[in-house]
């Protein structure tokens, strides 16, 4: 039966403290700001006031009467009940009239239950300084530090613990990021918040000129008296490559290998690569390696580059942009096929227009490309260089007749491999 009654008063208790809340008015400007602190501390609430003028606590609960007002400074145990005429009450609430910053406060019952909350006064911050602490990692944070003259803004426990309010102060200043879609730089705003000064404070650097600007805090937000302070023009050091590779692509139908854009293909392959570099960049420069060499063979310093890799293989690309403190770097692998020719024999110009109707070659990665084609008695019908294009079954401009012709055919690969075919082609109807 004791243990059933225990229970209901505990529930009793918890519906109470449900209903039950501190809230406070008064102040200049707008009301108290509200911390709910660590459950640790014991405190419900704590109020950061500017100022105590016309300042009031009040204590809602179904019970206003049953509830006795304390104050004190630091520690609970040492507190002092507040003077009757000071409390009003209503059905809903208990109110305190006169309230003291920098004082705690709590409410209790005659079976014991407290509630707790703490009053702090509102300090300024007072930023003194903000300066560059450290460059010397300028190429991948700018690192600071802010001084200020506020002070702490101080609360108790109810274990009388010394506990400090955290300031949020915020960091703001502006950067630049590529866009691929637009091909130009976008300015983009930044920001950072952080809650101790005189310590350092790292962010990521940016990549254009721009000033620092540093606002404060979250009370004076509240109050409308935030406080800003701003770095003169922060010189960007970091720098950023923003590269990218393009192959000149050719609608060769009968050219295996064609690169489809992902800077593999048959030779020649011509690939354009950019650079957009930053705004502190000054020296742009493109190294090309051979297949398997460690030691670059070409060298350019135009943010643009068009070149034609001829040789089978491998290659690398490397770019560097740089200032005199900072680097970024990209790296291209284009691939160059292997050689490989392939002749038909035979082709249909007048039966079936569209398909089949030249004497085309097959190939990948040809260099270099001779070719002839004869009657059977040698005489040359057809000559070209060009192993893209083919023979359509004309001589001067008229159809040829239906029957054998003879081609040689001299050419050379990016590997280095030397062509020489030779055969008869069916001219069919």
């Known amino acids: 039966m004791n243990r059933y009654f225990t229970s209901l008063l505990m529930l009793f208790l918890v519906v109470t403290a449900s209903k039950a809340a501190f809230t406070a008015t008064g102040g200049t400007g707008n009301a108290p700001y509200v911390v709910t602190p660590p459950a640790s501390t014991g405190l419900e609430h704590v109020f950061v006031s500017n100022g105590s003028q016309g300042l009031t606590l009040r204590y809602e609960t179904d019970q206003p009467t049953a509830w006795t007002w304390y104050s004190y400074d630091k520690d609970p145990d040492a507190a002092t009940p507040v003077d009757p005429a ?47 602490q450290s460059e010397g990692s300028a190429c991948t944070e700018v690192v600071l530090q802010a001084l200020a003259d506020g002070g702490d803004q101080v609360y108790y426990t109810v274990s009388g613990l010394r506990r400090v309010l955290e300031r949020e102060h915020r960091l703001t200043w502006t950067t630049e990021t590529w866009q691929d879609a637009t091909e130009n730089y976008v300015s983009q705003p930044q920001s950072a918040s952080f809650t101790t000064m005189g310590v350092n404070w790292s962010v990521n650097a940016p990549l254009c000129d721009t000033e620092f600007h540093l606002t404060g805090d979250q009370y004076g937000r509240w109050f409308e008296a935030e406080e800003t302070l701003v770095l003169p023009t922060y010189k960007a050091l970091a720098v950023k490559a923003n590269a990218k590779a393009t192959v000149d692509l050719r609608d060769v139908p009968n050219e295996n290998g064609t690169s489809t854009g992902d800077l593999t293909g048959s030779a020649p392959l011509t690939v354009t690569f950019s650079s957009h570099p930053s705004a502190a960049v000054n020296l742009v420069e493109w190294l090309i390696y051979k297949p398997g060499k460690t030691t670059s063979y070409a060298r350019f310093t135009d943010e643009e580059l068009t070149y034609t890799f001829k040789e089978s293989g491998q290659y690398t690309v490397k770019l560097y942009v740089s200032n005199n403190q900072c680097m970024d770097s990209a790296e291209f692998t284009p691939q160059v096929y292997e050689s490989m020719l392939d002749c038909p024999n035979f082709f249909t110009p007048r039966s079936s227009p569209g398909d089949n109707d030249e004497f085309r070659v097959a190939y990948k990665s040809i260099v270099s490309f001779k070719g002839v084609i004869v009657n059977r008695w040698g005489n040359v019908l057809f000559q070209w260089s060009d192993p893209a294009i083919g023979w359509n079954g004309t001589y001067k401009g008229k159809a040829v007749s239906p029957g054998v012709y003879y081609y040689m055919i001299e050419a050379k690969g990016a590997d280095g491999i030397v062509y020489k075919k030779s055969g008869d082609i069916n001219l069919l109807e």
Not at 110 to 116: I, L, M, P
Request: charged share 10%; hydrophobic share 30%.
């Open 86 to 132: 000071l409390i009003s009450t209503t059905g809903q609430y208990t109110q305190l009239g006169t309230v003291n910053t920098d004082a705690g406060y709590f409410v209790s019952n005659a079976t014991g239950e407290r509630h707790y909350t703490y009053v702090v006064a509102w300090k300024p911050v007072g930023y003194r300084s903000l300066t560059v």
